[in-house]
């Protein structure tokens, strides 16, 4: 029996996100920066040619300093924050979005800025969402 191939499932625009978490100024010695950096600021490219909505966060921008210019997250309001997930600070954009079915997540630690709260109310089957709320993701065991 030949084993199941792993699948993102499809992401479709008018019901997906993208959250950039944390690419600031002071986390530019964490390791691989420039890339996720990269990675992070293709995604957004896309994103605005898809018209896919993105919440940009920092992390107690007082101390931690500014979004990193070569994101490129020009025309974004970064929502401050002083807590690592984040949910809170994004809600009322996610509230505003009951068809939300799909999160991209990109950003400094970014697993830790969603672990805490259930963001979906019904993930997608396929998402790889739904097994990391229903406890079942290998990476929190």
Same mark, same amino acid.
């Given at each position: 029996?030949?084993?199941?191939?792993?699948?993102?499932? &499809?992401?479709?625009?008018?019901?997906?996100?993208?959250?950039?978490?944390?690419?600031?100024?002071?986390?530019?010695?964490?390791?691989?920066? $420039?890339?996720?950096?990269?990675? =992070?600021?293709?995604?957004? #490219?896309? =994103?605005?040619?898809?018209?896919? /909505?993105?919440?940009?966060?920092? @992390?107690?921008?007082?101390?931690?300093?500014?979004?990193? /210019?070569?994101?490129? =997250?020009?025309? *974004?309001? $970064?929502?401050? #924050?002083?807590?690592?997930?984040?949910? $809170?600070?994004?809600?009322?954009?996610?509230?505003?979005? /009951? @068809?939300?079915?799909?999160?991209?997540?990109?950003?400094?630690?970014? @697993?830790?800025?969603?672990?805490?709260? #259930?963001?979906? #109310?019904?993930?997608? /089957?396929?998402?790889? *969402?739904?097994?990391?709320?229903?406890?079942?993701?290998?990476? *929190? &065991?």
């Amino acid at each position: 029996m030949a084993a199941a191939k792993p699948s993102l499932g &499809r992401l479709l625009p008018g019901s997906s996100i993208l959250f950039l978490c944390d690419m600031q100024e002071k986390f530019r010695h964490v390791a691989y920066f $420039p890339q996720i950096v990269s990675v =992070a600021a293709r995604m957004l #490219k896309v =994103a605005r040619l898809l018209e896919v /909505p993105t919440v940009l966060t920092e @992390q107690y921008p007082q101390g931690l300093g500014p979004t990193v /210019p070569e994101l490129g =997250a020009e025309g *974004l309001r $970064p929502l401050a #924050k002083t807590c690592f997930s984040m949910v $809170p600070v994004a809600r009322q954009e996610l509230d505003a979005r /009951p @068809q939300l079915r799909s999160v991209l997540l990109c950003g400094i630690e970014a @697993q830790v800025c969603i672990l805490i709260q #259930k963001i979906i #109310k019904e993930p997608a /089957p396929d998402s790889g *969402l739904l097994g990391l709320f229903q406890g079942q993701n290998p990476l *929190l &065991r």
